[in-house]
């Protein structure tokens, strides 16, 4: 009789111990940092070690490939990753969720979630780059300068680099899409016959159905936090390999066309527009 008391006892022990360290964990969560005006004491100065990964240079372009269909600015129930404010704050849980929980060390469901496109492709060096930005301070860097006018050819180059990041996970390596889910960008004749119908998703994302090839598709495209520079570059690199037409996209038509005032066809309504922070 003794000894069951005993052990009901340190059991609540145990139990109410758990809950105080648990309370004092959340009240821990660091605050994120103001959307106004500069980046307060909450966010880490920028880091200059190229070694080092930075938000900006390296773990924005996997989170834009790997988890923006679901952490995106136009979610209302997930954070949105790809903002650094954002992201900043939920780093520790980022750290966990994509590598300890894939590693068997933490109880939640490791991420990218279920069976999904970006589970599939996400490797363990993506996964160890996303660890190692939170153990270094989760850095926010600065983006990739994009320099002076580009050759076509250049600009090819560095559209490789984003499509293999952001656009395979969906669109498959080849550009061959998935049947039923994501529309093929090879040989796409919705692709191949309107450029500024191209920048426009690009910059304001797509939802609802699509003809591709004959094919209806009905799915979401979110809009990513994607320079002028970036869109070109991985525009004209989609233009110019998988049988498709060959055409330029520069800065400057893209540029044009964010400015324009953009009501999506499906809804009737204008977009919701935000400041983009490579503007």
Known sequence: MFTSQ???TNLVA????????????????????????????AVPPTSEVSTNPTFLRDVQPLILGKCARCHNSEGSFLPDWTDYKTAYVHREEIK????????????????????????QTITEADRALFRAWVDSGAPLGTAPEAGGPKTKAERIQLGRRLFVTMCATCHQTAGQGIANKYPPL??????????QQAIRILIHGKQGELVVNGQKYDNVMPAFPLSNEDIANALTYTYNNFGNSGKEVTPEEVK?????????????KPAKTSPNQFE
């Open 256 to 268: 044009a066309l964010r400015a324009e005032k953009y009501t999506p066809a499906n809804t009737g």
């Open 14 to 41: 145990v139990v109410l111990g758990f809950f105080v360290v648990s309370v004092a964990a959340v009240h821990a969560q660091p605050t994120a940092p103001s959307a106004a005006g500069g980046l307060e004491a």
């Open 186 to 195: 090879a040989g796409s004749d919705y692709l191949n016959a309107d450029k």
């Open 96 to 119: 966990r969720r994509v590598w300890d929980s894939w590693k068997g060390q933490y109880f939640k469901q490791a991420m990218p979630a279920g069976n999904c496109q970006e589970c």
């Open 6 to 8: 005993v052990l009901k």
